[in-house]
């Protein structure tokens, strides 16, 4: 089975400090996602990467930045936490870039992380 | 603004009634999954459906997609109180590299 492995599951940062979420997957894949899941909006995605050190914006990356210097971990970061990033991440990896849903390319998620800054 | 739009966003019914959630968009996907989230856990696929009109069963659920590939729903029929849980539909479009999702339904499914 595949397995999406993230780090931490559940962290309390003050305002201001640094946080790395860390993300590990085992089954070679080429894709790599950090979501972040909020009640009434969704999975809206922050970052994405395709390859090692390779990396794309999603739909809000403002206040992260990621890292992929291993294709098995995905690390998000926030380098200056502020309240509004108290959220539940989640971290997913699929198979290939493209041809999601019709050629059975699934996305597979870990357990998320729950952040919450004070 | 939000490509996926769910309904309903809250939905508390009893066992063993029938319920549908609904997946809407104005914009046309190529293919539209069906995921669940259980409460501590991340979303797990149910189903993916790739052709306009296509009808899927897992069991009790049946998934449809709509003719114009903008739209989907669930049906459970004889709701159990597994079933409880956030459920997410996601689309693909041609040419993007991941999935934009719906806003959610949250189910329970009261004994």
């Known amino acids: 089975d595949v397995k999406v492995t993230q780090s931490s599951r559940y962290l309390v940062k003050r305002t201001g400090e640094k946080v790395f979420l860390e993300c590990v997957q085992d089954?070679?894949?080429?894709?790599m996602f950090w979501y972040r899941q909020d009640p009434g909006l969704g999975l809206r995605l922050i970052y994405f990467s395709y390859d090692v050190k390779m990396k794309e914006k999603g739909d809000i990356p403002e206040g992260y930045s990621v890292s992929r210097e291993k294709k098995e971990r995905f690390s998000l970061i926030l380098e200056s936490a502020s309240t509004n990033q108290t959220s539940m991440y989640l971290c997913?990896?699929?198979?290939?870039?493209?041809?999601?849903?019709?050629?059975?390319?699934?996305?597979?998620f870990g357990e998320g992380s729950w952040l919450t800054v004070v | 603004t939000q490509l996926l739009e769910q309904s309903p966003q809250f939905l508390s019914i009893q066992e063993g009634e029938n319920l549908t959630v609904y997946c809407n968009s104005s914009?046309?996907?190529?293919?539209l999954q069906w995921y669940r989230q259980e409460p501590g856990e991340g979303p797990v696929l149910l189903v993916t459906?790739?052709?306009?009109?296509e009808v899927k069963k897992l069991k009790r659920l049946t998934f449809q997609f709509g003719d114009a590939r903008k739209d989907s729903s669930l049906h459970i029929t004889a709701a159990q109180p597994g079933d409880t849980g956030l459920y997410l539909c996601a689309g693909e479009r041609t040419g993007a590299n991941n999935l934009f999702f719906g806003t959610g339904t949250r189910l329970t499914v009261i004994p």
């Open positions: 089954m070679d894949h080429e894709n």
């Open positions: 997913a990896s699929s198979l290939y870039l493209g041809g999601i849903g019709g050629s059975g390319n699934t996305i597979y």
């Open positions: 914009s046309v996907f190529s293919s």
């Open positions: 459906v790739v052709t306009g009109g």
